[in-house]
C-alpha cells in the first residue's frame, strides 16, 4: 500500500492515531507531534486525530525534548512538552500511521514490523513536505545550529499542514 492508499483509507475512521518517529525521540519527532496538535487544535479536531511520538533509541526516554528545539519552538508559540520514549512493538496495533523523519528511522520501523499490515503503516514525513525539494529526508538538527532546527521547523510545519490537509478530506 502506498501512502496515497493509505491517507485514503484513513479518511473513513472515527479516530486516526499517529505516531511520528525520530532517532532520540528529543527534536523532530516531539516538534512534529507539538506541531500538528496545535493546527489539529486550531481546526478542533482533537477528538478525531491522536498523536504521539517516539524514537528509535531508548536512551533519553524519560526526558523533555532537546532545551534548543523548545526554545525554537516556543518562539513560534509551540510548547513542547512530551517526554522521549522508545517505540514498542504494540505501538503498531495502537497506531494508524507511524511517520518517520528519515530513511534510516523509515527502514528500521519497517524491519521491525510484525506484519506486511503494520509496515503498511509506515509512511516517511518527506513524503508530506512540499515546500523543500531538495530534501529527501527531515534531517537531524541535534548536531547543528540555530539555523538547523529552524529548518526542521520549517519543514514540519510544511508537513503537517500537508498531512491535516489530507486527512479533512
Do not use: W
Not at 21 to 44: F, K, Q, T, W, Y
Not at 147 to 163: A, N
Amino acid at each position: 500500500m502506498n501512502r496515497r492508499e493509505l491517507m485514503e483509507s484513513l479518511k473513513g475512521k472515527d479516530k486516526v492515531r499517529i505516531l511520528f518517529v525520530c532517532l532520540g525521540n528529543i527534536c523532530r519527532s516531539p516538534a512534529a507531534e507539538g506541531i500538528m496538535a496545535d493546527m489539529i487544535a486550531g481546526e478542533g479536531l482533537e477528538d478525531r486525530i491522536e498523536l504521539d511520538s517516539a524514537g528509535l533509541y531508548g536512551g533519553h526516554a524519560g526526558e523533555l525534548p532537546d532545551h534548543r528545539m523548545r526554545v525554537h519552538a516556543r518562539r513560534r508559540g509551540y510548547e513542547l512538552t512530551h517526554r522521549s520514549r522508545p517505540v514498542k512493538l504494540s505501538d503498531y496495533d495502537d497506531f494508524d500511521l507511524i511517520v518517520a523523519m528519515d530513511n534510516s528511522n523509515y527502514d528500521r520501523l519497517r524491519g521491525f514490523a510484525p506484519t506486511v499490515e503494520a509496515q503498511d503503516k509506515v509512511v516517511r514525513m518527506i513524503e508530506f513536505v512540499n515546500g523543500f525539494p531538495q530534501y529527501d529526508h527531515v534531517p537531524d538538527p541535534y548536531y547543528e545550529g540555530a539555523e538547523g532546527f529552524e529548518l526542521v521547523l520549517d519543514m514540519l510545519e510544511d508537513g503537517c499542514r500537508e498531512m491535516l490537509r489530507e486527512l479533512e478530506k
